[in-house]
């Protein structure tokens, strides 16, 4: 059985992972407090002696809005940290992968593939970048797009906020000139799996099926749950965005490589969810 070491093991994304391949895969999960990643000292005096096949990487610094008044700390963990854990990893001859995001884009000219030119507009989206280029062609980067699941108490995602106005019946103003790429949590588990028993150093998007504005998205939710859509109200990207963290407007993002597992739509994803 493939062992599996990962930090944000306890995070939205990687305890569904751990759930779900449990059975399949040997998990070492490796705690912040456990390992400052930003301390390449005690990644080292952690890893060196440790027994793993690959290494996912998903611990980040991932509040978009926050990371413009925290720059320097964003790119502490994302780029900082990022070089400290692959340069253990690699020293050690082991696999590596990468977990980046759609904010690598600057949401202009869509569709966005595995091979299209990022250019972030975010200091979040450059800080991801900053960590995909040290590890590019050496090891595996996958970006996923607005992760959503049915339960997780640490985090709410963008699915579970929005449901959670709609059900105590406040008002939502959202966008309906922009594109994002809802992509179901357990779909990226799935999709890791088969990476994870047939790696190779490249970029894969595991993405959502389809894209669509939050404002499309929320009105989803509302009759998926049964939910009052008459207090969805409408706003555009210009206005959303003034005076917050820039925000890739057409995310529409798709895969050329993922032909081996097939990704819900956010319709699916739902569905799955509410049964």
């Known amino acids: 059985m493939l062992k599996i070491a990962l930090t944000g093991g306890d995070g939205l994304v990687g305890s569904r992972i751990i759930e779900l391949l ?14 400052d990643i930003t301390n390449l000292a005690q990644v080292n005096a952690e890893l060196k002696n440790l027994d793993f096949d690959i290494f996912l990487h998903l611990a980040a610094y991932t509040n978009v809005a926050e990371a413009e008044k925290t720059k320097d700390l964003a790119f502490k963990i994302n780029r900082s940290g990022t070089q ?35 250019n972030p507009i975010s ?37 579970r906020t929005f449901k959670s106005f709609l059900e105590q019946k406040k008002p939502l103003s959202l966008i309906t000139d922009s594109l994002m790429t809802p992509t179901f949590i357990d779909d990226i588990a799935f999709a890791l799996k088969y990476l994870f028993n047939n790696y190779s150093s490249e970029i894969f998007h595991l993405v959502g099926s389809n894209s669509l504005s939050p404002y499309q998205a929320s009105l989803l939710i509302a009759e998926k749950f049964n939910l009052d859509k008459s207090i969805i109200g409408k706003t555009t990207y210009k206005k959303y965005i003034k005076d ?3 925000l890739p407007r057409f995310a529409e993002i798709k895969s050329r490589k993922n032909d081996f597992y097939k990704m819900k739509s956010f319709q699916q994803g739902l569905e799955e969810i509410k049964s």
């Open 123 to 159: 200091a979040y989206g450059f800080s991801k970048y900053e960590g995909e280029k040290i590890i590019k062609n050496q090891a595996m980067i996958v970006r996923i797009s607005y992760p959503y699941r049915e339960k997780y108490e640490l985090k709410k995602d963008f699915f």
């Open 22 to 35: 449990e059975n399949d895969f040997t998990f070492i999960s490796i705690s912040q407090s456990r390992m």
């Open 244 to 246: 917050k963290a820039p």
């Open 84 to 118: 400290n854990v692959f340069a253990v990893v690699s020293g050690k001859n082991k696999k590596f992968i990468y977990i980046s995001t759609d904010f690598v884009f600057d949401g202009k000219n869509p569709p966005f593939y595995e091979d299209s030119m990022p």
